[in-house]
């Protein structure tokens, strides 16, 4: 079977017999590339960071090879870290639907991406109340949070300072999230 032009049912069958991992948009398959140390070292920080912060709570963090489905963008993506409370997507197990809080950390191949087409279409998500944009390289993390209005708005945050994420109460620190980065 070949991966274009596939349906979402036909991409989820497919995709589970693949040896890599492949996102999904508009009927079209796209191979992910391979993490640099860096990128899989700060997912690791956040994921666990976010693991710690939420114990006891309903919601729950996921990483790496979890899908999130954007049905309304008829898309599928792998985001770096993600955190959701909602039932369906604690029995999910292919895909889930509504993450509160997305983060992708940027690579120099996907950051133009990540900032452009694959935020507009989580923004089709009703349940996203933050995205989070980690930049390896500079250190620099760009959170966008939905305000009551329904319109995004950036939030910069210099080394050094606390990440508060609203959507899930918590916060972390610089220094937690670079934690062995060098």
Same mark, same amino acid.
């Given at each position: 079977?070949?991966?274009?032009?596939?349906?979402?049912?036909?991409?989820?069958?497919?995709?589970?017999?693949?040896?890599?991992? %492949?996102?999904?948009?508009?009927?079209?398959?796209?191979?992910?590339?391979?993490?640099?140390?860096?990128?899989?070292? =700060?997912?690791?920080?956040?994921?666990?960071?976010?693991?710690?912060?939420?114990?006891?709570?309903?919601?729950?963090?996921?990483?790496?090879?979890?899908?999130?489905? =954007?049905?309304?963008k008829n898309s599928f993506f792998y985001p770096d870290v993600f955190?959701?409370?909602?039932?369906?997507?604690?029995?999910?197990?292919?895909?889930?639907?509504?993450?509160?809080?997305?983060?992708?950390?940027?690579?120099?191949?996907?950051?133009?991406?990540? %900032?452009?087409?694959?935020? =507009?279409?989580?923004?089709?998500?009703?349940?996203?109340?933050?995205?989070?944009? =980690?930049?390896?390289?500079?250190?620099?993390?760009?959170?966008?949070?939905?305000?009551?209005?329904?319109?995004?708005?950036?939030?910069?945050?210099?080394?050094?300072?606390?990440?508060?994420?609203?959507?899930?109460?918590?916060?972390?620190?610089?220094?937690?999230?670079?934690?062995?980065?060098?």
């Amino acid at each position: 079977m070949s991966e274009a032009g596939l349906d979402p049912a036909e991409y989820l069958r497919w995709e589970t017999m693949q040896p890599e991992k %492949h996102e999904y948009v508009g009927g079209e398959v796209f191979a992910m590339g391979s993490a640099s140390r860096r990128q899989v070292t =700060i997912s690791g920080n956040l994921f666990a960071a976010l693991d710690e912060a939420l114990l006891g709570t309903p919601w729950r963090v996921y990483m790496a090879d979890m899908k999130i489905e =954007i049905a309304a963008k008829n898309s599928f993506f792998y985001p770096d870290v993600f955190v959701t409370c909602h039932p369906d997507d604690h029995r999910a197990e292919l895909a889930m639907h509504h993450p509160v809080l997305v983060a992708e950390v940027l690579s120099p191949s996907t950051a133009a991406y990540d %900032h452009g087409d694959k935020f =507009i279409a989580y923004r089709r998500l009703p349940s996203l109340k933050e995205y989070l944009l =980690i930049d390896p390289d500079q250190q620099q993390l760009e959170l966008f949070r939905k305000g009551s209005d329904g319109l995004w708005v950036l939030h910069d945050f210099a080394p050094g300072q606390t990440l508060p994420l609203a959507s899930v109460e918590a916060t972390i620190s610089w220094e937690r999230l670079f934690r062995n980065v060098d």
